[in-house]
C-alpha cells in the first residue's frame, strides 16, 4: 500500500504541528532575543518556543518512519526531496547574494548546490541518510520477532533517553543519524503492533521482557 493511500487528516494534522514547532523554534532561536536579559513573560515565552524545536522533529520523523516501514524504497523520492532543497536553498541564497550581500558569499551561494557534500543542512543531511538506509532497516524489522524488536527498543531507551536524564551517570555518544533510527524503529513498532499502545496495555510494554 502506497503512502498516498495512507493519508489521512490526522497525521496531516501531526506533520503541520510538527513544522509549526519548527518554525517557531528557529524564529526564536534567530530572531535577534536576547536570551541573558531579565525574566520577563515575553523571554519565558520565546524560550518555549525555543523548546518545541526538538519535539517537531521528532514527531516529523516519527511519522516518516510510521509510512516508510511499509513503503517501498524509491529512487525518485530522494532525487525529489534533492531536486527540492537545491531550489529553495539556492533561491534564498540567490536573494541574500543580492540584496544582502554581506551575509551571501558567491562560494557560499555556489554551495547551495551541493547542501549534502557542503553538509549545510544537518536536518535534511541526516534524513536524507535516514530515507537512503530505510530499506535496510526494514529488512532488520521483518526478521525481528515481536519480543526481539521489543527488547531493541527497550535498551536503546534505557541508553538513549533514561541514563542521558542523569548527567552525572554520564552519557553515551549518539549521533542524529543514530537517534533518527531510533525514532524510525519506535514508530515501525507502533504500526506493527500498535495494540500494545492502547491505554489499558501501555504500561505492560515497558513491563513485559
Same mark, same amino acid.
Given at each position: 500500500? $502506497? ?6 487528516s @490526522?497525521f496531516?494534522?501531526?506533520r #503541520?504541528?510538527?513544522m509549526?514547532l519548527?518554525v517557531?523554534?528557529h ?7 536576547d536570551?541573558?536579559?531579565p525574566? $520577563? ?7 518555549c518556543l *525555543?523548546?518545541?524545536g526538538?519535539l517537531g522533529?521528532? /514527531?516529523f520523523v516519527?511519522?516518516? !518512519?510510521?509510512f =516508510? ?6 529512487w ?6 534533492e531536486?527540492e532543497? #537545491?531550489?529553495?536553498?539556492?533561491a534564498? !541564497? ?6 544582502s550581500p554581506?551575509r *551571501?558569499s ?5 554551495? *547551495?548546490?551541493?547542501?549534502i557534500?557542503?553538509?549545510?543542512y544537518w536536518?535534511?543531511? +541526516?534524513? &536524507?541518510v535516514?530515507?537512503? #538506509? $530505510? ?8 526478521? /525481528?520477532?515481536k519480543?526481539?524488536?521489543k527488547?531493541?527498543?527497550?535498551l536503546l +531507551? ?7 536524564? &542523569? ?7 549518539m549521533?542524529?543519524? !543514530? ?8 514508530a @515501525?513498532?507502533?504500526?506493527?503492533f500498535? *495494540?500494545?499502545?492502547?491505554? +489499558?496495555q501501555?504500561? =505492560?510494554?515497558?513491563?513485559? $521482557?
Open positions: 500500500m $502506497s503512502y498516498k493511500q495512507e493519508r489521512n @490526522a496531516e494534522l501531526l #503541520i504541528i510538527s509549526f519548527i517557531m523554534h524564529y526564536s532561536v534567530h530572531g535577534g532575543f536570551f541573558m536579559s525574566f $520577563s513573560v515575553r523571554l519565558y515565552f520565546v524560550q *525555543e523548546m518545541g526538538k522533529v521528532n /514527531l516519527l511519522i516518516s !518512519g510510521y =516508510l516501514c511499509k513503503s517501498n524504497f524509491k525518485f523520492r530522494l532525487v525529489k526531496l531536486l532543497v #537545491i531550489f529553495y536553498s539556492f534564498i !541564497g540567490l536573494l541574500f547574494f543580492i540584496f554581506e *551571501e558567491l562560494k557560499g551561494l555556489l554551495s *547551495e548546490l551541493t547542501p557534500l557542503s553538509s549545510k536536518f535534511y543531511e +541526516t534524513y &536524507f535516514l530515507v537512503l #538506509i $530505510s530499506p535496510f532497516i526494514n529488512k532488520l524489522i521483518d526478521s /525481528l520477532q519480543n526481539e524488536f527488547k531493541i527498543l527497550l +531507551t534505557m541508553l538513549w533517553v533514561v541514563i542521558p536524564t &542523569f548527567p552525572k551517570i554520564g552519557q553515551l555518544q549521533s542524529n543519524l !543514530g537517534w533518527f533510527v531510533f525514532l524510525y524503529l519506535f @515501525a513498532y507502533i504500526r506493527n500498535h *495494540e500494545d499502545f492502547k491505554k +489499558t501501555f504500561v =505492560l510494554f515497558w513491563l513485559e $521482557s
